[in-house]
């Protein structure tokens, strides 16, 4: 058995809304634990009724059936409740909860069952999206095994995303084996495919923000770095705020006919004068990913990569530093200096740091840049001598 009880992932927003879905899940249950009222039920085999796609998310079949989910709300509610605010998550967990149960009650084929009803396909929905937001953040679980006449228990913590893995997986595998008949594990892995939609569209459009740990992100980006907090502690905004941040920015641009790449560069500089590192990187990089042609001014791009090398966020420097090399009509040797000094000196990539110094020739520099060279190739090399392994893959311009 495991039972996850907590997470390391950064918590924003106090999670109201979860806990009062695991109050409103125990209230039903004490008012009809007998299920008399089953026109709340999912009812399969007997037409299309949309209002039973949201009541039956909130009824349980017995105590086990209610305490395993509301374990489990808990610990991925607390994520996407942290990440969305009150509103958000309830929105999410009541959308992906009717987003299932409207696809068994029309689609699946019924079977023996008559009805169906739980908080696990809105839970396994929860959980597709820590997977994506959330996926190098480890749950702290609690696992009970017994045989042999022994209990054992240990508290091991599991990376959410091979936790999420697992679970939506085998309950997918089970479903596919049912040949997609009404059953539990198929209402839990389309709850997980309606988290999955939804995960990706939110990042899409830049409704909730991951600071650069979501699972594109890391997959695009590489898996080298740590965990790290905001640079500057500010309040993270709730869905429902950046959802009114974004049509009110849009009615101002469309009522002053701005362009949209004046707005967006005046908002990066605005992150940088105020010294909020990350709210630049999260607002640069979600502008790249939903307009790659935008390019900030070399100015901007270089107060950038200075403030990110401040904070010694290495692998989002040099993917800035190797968009403003790759994009700049007159880049600064410098930049491309400094390119190679965190790739060899803090990522440990002799390789890729040689090569980006086979475009700095010495003949092009001053006495100082051509020492500092010489000195990084050096490096390099004893790296290399010393035996250190790198995959030999050119750096990702962010």
């Known amino acids: 058995m495991i039972i996850p009880w907590g997470t390391d992932a950064p918590i924003y927003h106090r999670?109201?809304?979860t806990i009062g879905v695991m109050i409103a899940c125990v209230a039903a249950f004490a008012v009809d634990p007998r299920h008399e009222h089953t026109e709340y039920l999912l009812a399969l085999g007997?037409?299309?009724?949309p209002l039973q796609w949201v009541t039956n998310i909130f009824l349980h079949g017995d105590v086990m059936h209610l305490l395993g989910n509301l374990l489990f709300l808990w610990a991925f509610g607390i994520i996407v409740e942290g990440k969305l605010g009150a509103i958000g998550f309830l929105a999410v967990f009541v959308a992906m909860?009717?987003?299932?149960?409207?696809?068994?009650?029309?689609?699946?084929?019924?079977?023996h069952s008559r009805y169906m009803l739980g908080a696990s396909g809105s839970i396994?929905?929860?959980?597709?999206?820590?997977?994506?937001?959330?996926?190098?953040?480890?749950?702290?679980?609690?696992?009970?095994?017994?045989?042999?006449?022994?209990?054992?228990?240990?508290?091991?913590?599991?990376?959410?995303?091979?936790?999420?893995v697992f679970y939506i997986a085998w309950e997918v595998m089970i479903a596919g084996l049912?040949?997609?008949?009404?059953?539990?594990?198929?209402?839990?892995?389309?709850?997980?495919?309606?988290?999955?939609?939804?995960g990706l569209l939110l990042l899409k459009l830049d409704l909730v923000d991951c600071e650069g740990w979501d699972l594109l992100s890391r997959m695009k980006h590489g898996k080298t770095g740590t965990m790290h907090r905001p640079t500057?502690?500010?309040?993270?905004?709730?869905?429902v705020e950046r959802v009114q941040k974004k049509v009110t920015k849009a009615k101002k641009a469309r009522a002053a006919g701005e362009d949209p790449d004046v707005v967006a560069l005046r908002t990066l500089r605005a992150h940088l004068d105020a010294d909020e590192t990350e709210a630049a990187m999260g607002f640069y990089r979600a502008m790249r990913r939903k307009?790659?042609?935008?390019?900030?001014?070399?100015?901007e791009r270089v107060d950038l990569i200075k403030a990110l090398v401040a904070v010694q966020q290495w692998e989002d420097a040099a993917g800035v530093m190797q968009a403003y090399l790759d994009e700049s009509r007159l880049p600064a040797p410098k930049i491309r200096l400094k390119l190679a000094e965190v790739l060899i000196r803090r990522l440990e990539r002799p390789v890729a740091g040689l090569r980006?110094?086979?475009?700095?020739?010495?003949?092009?520099?001053?006495?100082n840049l051509a020492e500092g060279r010489r000195k990084l190739v050096a490096m390099a090399q004893h790296l290399q001598d010393e035996g250190t392994l790198e995959l030999d893959d050119p750096v990702q311009a962010i």
């Open 15 to 17: 999670p109201i809304a």
């Open 46 to 49: 007997d037409g299309v009724h």
């Open 97 to 111: 909860g009717t987003f299932q149960s409207a696809l068994i009650q029309m689609f699946a084929d019924p079977g």
């Open 124 to 164: 396994y929905g929860l959980m597709a999206l820590c997977m994506i937001w959330a996926p190098r953040n480890d749950l702290y679980c609690l696992v009970i095994l017994s045989g042999f006449m022994r209990l054992l228990v240990f508290q091991p913590e599991i990376p959410i995303l091979w936790f999420s």
């Open 178 to 198: 049912l040949s997609l008949s009404a059953s539990s594990s198929l209402a839990h892995a389309t709850g997980a495919l309606g988290g999955v939609i939804l």
């Open 232 to 239: 500057k502690k500010r309040p993270q905004r709730s869905l």
């Open 291 to 299: 307009r790659p042609s935008w390019r900030p001014p070399d100015p």
């Open 356 to 367: 980006i110094l086979e475009r700095l020739p010495v003949s092009d520099l001053p006495a």
